[in-house]
């Protein structure tokens, strides 16, 4: 039985990997066409082939160790970071017996705390200050945003009385989450580019001033598994948006067409939106996400009580 799930686990992870390729290639084709150019095309039909090509050459290019970096954490964050990426993907309530988690949405929390580490570990280690500056924003960024995360989740939890991803699809039946907590959503995908530091939150890799954030050091492998950690959590994060507030099943063919849909958005974000400046990134978390994130949580609360009151 272990060893069936261990199986299945390893072609989780394949198909996984193989979707975040694809998905860097929508992005290049997207973003190229948002700037009226082409996009990759040459590498491969239409350039399909394209991501395999980008990972043969990270993959074999000369890995740089610098000589006054912290050699063991430098080494493995990236492989932490991409770890942790990958596990969470163990919470999605699979039809076919795969996993089958409780708790699964304080999963979720507790490897989006954990991810933080990785970047910290990947700054700090550089000894860079450029790659230090860069996980310091990251980690303040982070932990701010998942502050209002956890009211959003509590939110939706307090309407499903569980911890289990299954439940969510039940009671969206007749009526997605979307429609009834329309600006939650809007909060929550707010903060999913916030967590994975996507443009206009971008600042833990802000190229124009930090050269290139946290990973200013890296280079071939270990470039590539902080990025495909990256775009793993993306998808991760369009799919568990899908769940929440749109109501999907991960048996039926609209599920995959919602996470696509999801995913363009971060794209379409990304081609269309500034970064913001720094200040103006924590007084949103704080002034603006917290405040409504905690009313609606409240207001859940009251509805729930008020709804088993009158039921009984």
Same mark, same amino acid.
């Given at each position: 039985?272990?060893?069936?799930?261990?199986?299945?686990?390893?072609?989780?992870?394949?198909?996984?990997?193989?979707?975040?390729?694809?998905?860097?290639?929508?992005?290049?084709?997207?973003?190229?066409?948002?700037?009226?150019?082409?996009?990759?095309?040459?590498?491969?039909?239409?350039?399909?082939?394209?991501?395999?090509?980008?990972?043969?050459?990270?993959?074999?290019?000369?890995?740089?160790?610098?000589?006054?970096?912290?050699?063991?954490?430098?080494?493995?964050?990236?492989?932490?970071?991409?770890?942790?990426?990958?596990?969470?993907?163990?919470?999605?309530?699979?039809?076919?017996?795969?996993?089958?988690?409780?708790?699964?949405?304080?999963?979720?929390?507790?490897?989006?705390?954990?991810?933080?580490?990785?970047?910290?570990?990947?700054?700090?280690?550089?000894?860079?200050?450029?790659?230090? =500056?860069?996980? &310091?924003?990251?980690?303040?960024?982070?932990? +701010?945003?998942? %502050? *209002? $995360?956890?009211?959003?989740?509590?939110? @939706?939890?307090?309407?499903?009385?569980?911890?289990?991803?299954?439940?969510?699809?039940?009671?969206?039946?007749?009526?997605?989450?979307?429609?009834?907590?329309?600006?939650?959503?809007?909060?929550?995908?707010?903060?999913?580019?916030?967590?994975?530091?996507?443009?206009?939150?971008?600042?833990?890799?802000?190229?124009?001033?930090?050269?290139?954030?946290?990973?200013?050091?890296?280079?071939?492998?270990?470039?590539?598994?902080?990025?495909?950690?990256?775009?793993?959590?993306?998808?991760? =994060?369009?799919? &568990?948006?899908?769940?929440?507030?749109?109501? +999907?099943?991960? %048996? *039926? $063919?609209?599920?995959?067409?919602?996470? @696509?849909?999801?995913?363009?958005?971060?794209?379409?974000?990304?081609?269309?939106?500034?970064?913001?400046?720094?200040?103006?990134?924590?007084?949103?978390?704080?002034?603006?996400?917290?405040?409504?994130?905690?009313?609606?949580?409240?207001?859940?609360?009251?509805?729930?009580?008020?709804?088993?009151?009158?039921?009984?």
């Amino acid at each position: 039985m272990i060893l069936i799930k261990l199986v299945s686990y390893l072609i989780l992870v394949i198909l996984v990997l193989v979707s975040v390729a694809f998905f860097t290639l929508l992005e290049r084709k997207t973003l190229g066409y948002i700037q009226i150019r082409k996009g990759p095309d040459k590498v491969g039909y239409a350039g399909l082939l394209q991501p395999f090509a980008d990972a043969v050459k990270l993959f074999t290019k000369e890995q740089t160790f610098p000589t006054m970096s912290n050699f063991i954490p430098y080494y493995l964050s990236p492989v932490f970071s991409l770890f942790i990426a990958l596990v969470c993907w163990c919470l999605m309530p699979y039809e076919l017996g795969l996993f089958c988690f409780e708790f699964g949405v304080l999963f979720f929390l507790c490897c989006t705390s954990a991810s933080v580490y990785s970047t910290m570990g990947a700054g700090w280690a550089s000894n860079s200050k450029y790659s230090l =500056l860069g996980c &310091l924003r990251a980690v303040a960024q982070t932990i +701010s945003y998942e %502050v *209002s $995360l956890a009211l959003i989740l509590l939110s @939706m939890l307090f309407l499903v009385g569980g911890f289990d991803l299954s439940l969510f699809e039940s009671y969206q039946r007749y009526c997605w989450f979307f429609i009834l907590g329309f600006p939650l959503a809007l909060l929550w995908f707010a903060s999913c580019l916030a967590e994975s530091n996507r443009t206009p939150f971008d600042f833990a890799e802000g190229e124009s001033e930090l050269v290139s954030g946290f990973n200013t050091e890296y280079s071939g492998g270990g470039f590539a598994l902080i990025f495909m950690a990256e775009y793993a959590s993306i998808l991760f =994060l369009s799919a &568990l948006f899908s769940i929440i507030f749109l109501g +999907s099943g991960l %048996v *039926s $063919l609209l599920f995959y067409v919602k996470i @696509m849909f999801i995913g363009f958005c971060f794209v379409w974000v990304r081609g269309t939106l500034p970064r913001f400046r720094y200040d103006k990134l924590m007084y949103l978390a704080w002034k603006s996400f917290l405040p409504v994130a905690l009313n609606y949580c409240i207001f859940f609360m009251g509805l729930k009580v008020f709804l088993e009151v009158t039921l009984v």
